[in-house]
């Protein structure tokens, strides 16, 4: 009698835990739709108090959005707050981390911006979105040698992606390695022939 006396009472909980359990679910997407309604309208401080109403700080997916939410309205920090605490919830997803580069350059941190895609990097080896802007960073700020490292990782992934062939050759170009570039600019315009940037290499060359 005892036994089932324990069973009971633990079936009873394990009841009362799925209720509240769906009561809470219902409660967040409840919550998740006003604020895309919101975000939609172009109410993003309702959007954010829609959120803030049913705000978990154990919630990676609350955290994530808020993150979004507040980056859209210019709370840069508060922005890097949210994203933050998603990262340390889900330290091996990479969409925080893509999502706080956003308050960082808004800032213009670079090196934390350089240093989240890095991280991206050390988790997906291969992500071609980190390498590039990477690539793009190191170009802004004229180290063409680490720009032509990622631009290659890429253009080696994707050979015929045209952004990832117009970056490198004009890496090369930068580096005065003006066959390669030409080379590259040629399979650029074969994949976009009325691609300006691609254009404009060639004829840079030709002057």
């Given at each position: ?203 840079l060359m030709e002057n």
């Amino acid at each position: 009698m005892e036994v089932l006396k324990k069973l009971s009472i633990a079936l009873v909980l394990l009841t009362i835990g799925a209720i509240a359990n769906a009561q809470d679910y219902e409660k967040s997407i409840d919550g998740f739709q006003k604020s895309y309604l919101n975000e939609a309208a172009g109410n993003l401080s309702e959007a954010i108090l829609n959120l803030k109403e049913i705000y978990n700080e154990n919630s990676y997916e609350i955290n994530l959005r808020l993150g979004w939410l507040t980056y859209s309205s210019g709370l840069f920090s508060e922005a890097q707050s949210y994203y933050n605490k998603a990262i340390a919830l889900k330290q091996f997803a990479v969409e925080p981390r893509f999502g706080i580069v956003l308050p960082q350059a808004a800032m213009g941190n670079w090196t934390a911006v350089i240093s989240q895609y890095e991280k991206i990097l050390e988790i997906m080896p291969n992500n071609t979105i980190a390498m590039h802007r990477l690539g793009l960073i190191y170009y802004g700020q004229k180290d063409y040698l680490k720009a032509e490292k990622y631009f290659e990782k890429v253009v080696s992934l994707y050979p015929f992606d045209y952004d990832a062939l117009v970056m490198y050759a004009w890496t090369n170009f930068q580096l005065k390695k003006y066959r390669e570039a030409r080379v590259l600019f040629n399979k650029a315009l074969m994949n976009t022939p009325t691609g300006s940037s691609a254009m404009e290499g060639l004829q840079l060359m030709e002057n």
